[in-house]
């Protein structure tokens, strides 16, 4: 007769079968081992991309929203063709509407990569493909269902052992594609990271960029699963390419045991937001920190107009005592964001919530800060378009040493900027309630005619 087994080794065993991935779970799944480098801006990020794009043996993958054609990205540009020359397989996906810009320029300077490699399917592909999300090539591609939700994420990996990803575009930090050359370079993060979840942000990446060019080449795809020998064979694996893969991961949040041997330091958690399973995840994931925080929130975003729950759960924290410091735009790029994040400083500053606005630069940071043992840093605003609509991807941190290192350089951030303090708040109250209902009218038909329903 054979004895049960405890339940901590029957813990041990599921968490060794993996049997549920990843992304089955709407919470962030946590894993230990990981090396993390915070990169401040461009200058930081791109040499480190290009050096390890030069020294790429098997495969990269890149995603972003905004591929310029300036001298640094396209740098950057030529570093992937010169992969692709050696051997690399390269993969590249772009927003049809962050790149509409450059698109061609990239296209052209993208396609010197020479020759072909095999595929698995025995036919042959370009050792470099370029993918574009949802292009806009004309005007009546706006009239196609879902085109409003964009492909904002920032991710690249490189042979699955480091992975690049934050809030910065592939463009010169003193480049505003609206407001020209800048002085000062704008402020933004991005995350450079060695350990287990770079596998699953390659996977995330080969997921858009499936997605992408399956959108497509989708009659070419079809024509090719008629005629194959065996279309329901390629019928499943067509289904997988389009579908977020599902890995397994440790469990979080999934009503299991997470087991602290399972979880050495540094401990991170890929977060993601799609139109699939994933929608509300980074947000869900931001309230539920912020509901457990004890000493502090710190949250620099450009764009701030979060829903009911987020707004509560600032407010929640700060009645606990709880210091609340919001980094917002002071030099604003776009006058409707700075419309919607000012109409709703007086009901911050009622509930006790500080809010400064960064004064040398455009400010395009998107970081959260909770107390010691929480962060995250990636592409998602605190807006309804990062938050509802757009394809976003955020990595949570667990460690006090890169906690150190992060708030220390948002206390420089926080030094640069001014305070808004209740007295500078001198428009009428008439103003502001204009101001809070055009927001919220504009906020309310573009979700609308996005195809997004219920309570925000």
Request: proline share 5%; net charge positive; with cysteine.
């Amino acid at each position: 007769m054979t004895t049960p087994a405890p339940p901590l080794e029957k813990a041990r065993h599921r968490l060794r079968r993996g049997r549920y991935g990843w992304y089955l779970q709407q919470r962030p799944v946590l894993q230990g081992g990981h090396r993390i480098t915070l990169l401040r801006g461009g200058e930081q990020l791109f040499p480190a991309m290009r050096a390890a794009i030069d020294a790429a043996q098997h495969e990269v993958w890149l995603a972003t929203y905004i591929f310029n054609d300036d001298d640094e990205a396209l740098a950057i540009a030529d570093a992937l063709v010169a992969a692709a020359a050696r051997g690399v397989r390269v993969r590249v996906v772009i927003d049809g509407f962050g790149t509409k810009h450059s698109r061609s320029r990239i296209e052209r300077r993208l396609s010197a990569a020479p020759g072909v490699v095999p595929v698995p399917s025995g036919r042959s592909a370009r050792r470099l493909q370029l993918a574009v999300f949802r292009p806009i090539e004309r005007w009546t591609h706006w009239l196609q269902p879902g085109q409003l939700r964009r492909l904002h994420m920032k991710l690249c990996t490189v042979d699955d052992t480091v992975g690049y990803i934050g809030g910065i575009n592939l463009i010169d930090d003193r480049i505003d594609l609206n407001h020209g050359r800048t002085e000062a370079p704008r402020l933004d993060y991005a995350l450079a990271v060695h350990g287990p979840v770079v596998d699953t942000m390659a996977q995330v990446v080969r997921a858009m960029w499936s997605r992408a060019w399956h959108g497509r080449d989708w009659r070419d795809a079809l024509r090719r699963l008629i005629v194959a020998p065996r279309p329901v064979q390629r019928l499943r694996t067509l289904m997988r390419e389009l579908r977020m893969p599902m890995r397994p991961g440790t469990q979080a949040g999934s009503g299991e045991p997470v087991l602290p041997a399972t979880l050495q330091p540094v401990q991170a958690a890929l977060v993601v937001r799609d139109n699939l399973r994933q929608r509300r995840t980074i947000e869900r994931a931001c309230i539920e920190a912020m509901r457990g925080a004890q000493r502090r929130i710190w949250l620099v975003t450009p764009y701030f107009y979060p829903g009911t729950d987020f707004r509560q759960a600032l407010a929640d924290a700060a009645r606990r005592g709880v210091e609340v410091r919001l980094l917002l735009q002071g030099k604003a790029d776009y006058r409707l964001a700075a419309w919607a994040a000012r109409a709703l400083y007086r009901e911050l500053h009622l509930h006790g919530v500080h809010v400064h606005e960064y004064l040398p630069a455009f400010l395009h940071a998107k970081v959260m800060l909770i107390d010691d043992d929480w962060c995250t840093v990636g592409s998602s605003n605190i807006d309804p378009l990062s938050l509802l609509l757009n394809l976003e991807a955020n990595l949570i941190v667990s460690d006090a040493g890169f906690h150190a290192t992060l708030a220390t350089e948002l206390s420089r951030a926080f030094a640069d900027s001014r305070e808004i303090l209740p007295d500078s708040l001198r428009e009428g109250s008439w103003m502001r309630l204009v101001r809070r209902a055009v927001v919220a009218w504009v906020a309310y038909v573009y979700l609308r005619v996005a195809g997004v329903t219920g309570r925000y």
